[in-house]
């Protein structure tokens, strides 16, 4: 089956920096990219995501990578805020059955 | 917070007890997942579910059970063989038929002493 690798799993940064997560996939057919943001206690919420056939995708702050050859992508967040505190997953799917296979998880804070 | 539903927020039982975890949505998706979430991990999948009356093993769906008798109700019964059943849970739900979001609900966190 699917294996999702995530790294780091906690990451530091001063606010307004960026900060980049990445994640491996072993499944060549895997062909869905999401990214979920999780604040404390909270359900995980999509905030990205990305599918085979486009190599980056970009919406305002975030944006993600996908590099099919070597099967790995990343979450890129510039310009920081305290409320991208939280943890974030990345996942990997295909399309039959939906199933998502998620990464560890990282735990970004951002000091003011 | 509407669509996707779980109750209780928080739920205390003795060891050695069934319990049943509720998962209720009313966004006419096909397919319904349990995850398990512990401490600093990710999301494990228990069982899933693509059309009612029907429901697969996830990775770790041993000392679980679920039903899905009607479209919108997806229960999770925590039987008393599960033998770390302290975690958050999570229910989620998507459309079928290609890769699609996963609308995940509030989440269940269980405690058992």
């Known amino acids: 089956g699917e294996n999702v690798e995530q790294h780091p799993s906690t990451l530091s940064v001063q606010e307004g920096d960026s900060a980049v997560i990445k994640c491996t996939y072993s499944d060549s057919a895997s062909n869905y990219f999401p990214w979920y943001k999780q604040e404390l206690g909270k359900r995980p919420q999509l905030i990205i995501d990305i599918r085979s056939n486009v190599g980056e995708k970009k919406d305002q702050r975030i944006a993600v990578t996908l590099n099919k050859t070597a099967k790995h992508f990343s979450l890129h967040i510039t310009e920081t805020q305290p409320e991208d505190s939280a943890v974030y997953f990345c996942?990997?799917?295909?399309?039959?059955?939906?199933?998502?296979?998620f990464g560890g998880g990282t735990r970004l804070m951002v000091k003011p | 917070d509407g669509g996707i539903t779980q109750s209780p927020k928080y739920l205390f039982r003795k060891e050695g007890q069934n319990v049943t975890l509720s998962c209720e949505q009313n966004?006419?998706?096909?397919?319904m997942y349990w995850y398990r979430q512990d401490p600093g991990q990710g999301l494990r999948l228990i069982y899933y579910s693509q059309i009612v009356n029907d429901f697969q093993k996830g990775d770790i769906a041993e000392g679980y059970s679920v039903s899905r008798e009607k479209k919108e109700s997806f229960p999770l019964t925590v039987t008393s063989a599960q033998k770390n059943p302290t975690a958050f849970y999570l229910c989620?739900?998507?459309?079928?038929?290609?890769?699609?979001?996963?609308?995940f609900g509030p989440g269940t966190r269980l405690t058992v002493t």
């Open positions: 996942a990997a799917s295909y399309n039959a059955g939906n199933m998502l296979t």
């Open positions: 989620a739900s998507s459309p079928l038929g290609g890769a699609n979001e996963q609308y």
């Open positions: 966004l006419n998706h096909d397919a």
